[in-house]
């Protein structure tokens, strides 16, 4: 699912999707409930940010590739905008935390799908 994130004044796309998930996952070492268990660890505050910044990467990323844009962003990108915007990671947590909760990935079909 495409969210877009505000970074100085400009919308990017963000994938939050499930595969965005597993492939943070993967790079964790973890399972997907595993990632969940890393994002609330409460290791040292400097951990907590890189990770922060790994998942807004890998989403910003997606993002982009999803809808066909150049834009690439590294991780001391991210970094640096949440540095200028604090509130970025709040953004970027929200969208991590709803990811799991489905209502983002798995969305519900419209009253008029059609079935099966």
Known sequence: ??????????????????????QLARKYDVDI???????AGGGHL??????????????LNAGAKREGKDKRFTGYDVIDAMTVD???????????KEAFEGSVVFQKPSQTAKKG
Not at 33 to 39: F, M, P
């Open 46 to 59: 400097d951990e907590q940010i890189q990770f922060i910044a790994e998942v807004g990467t890998a989403a």
């Open 33 to 39: 409930t595993g990632l969940a268990e890393v994002a």
């Open 1 to 22: 699912m495409i969210r877009y994130i505000e970074i100085a004044g400009e919308s990017h796309p963000a994938d939050f999707s499930i595969l965005t998930l597993a």
């Open 86 to 96: 604090l509130s970025l990671m709040e953004t970027i947590l929200t969208a991590f």
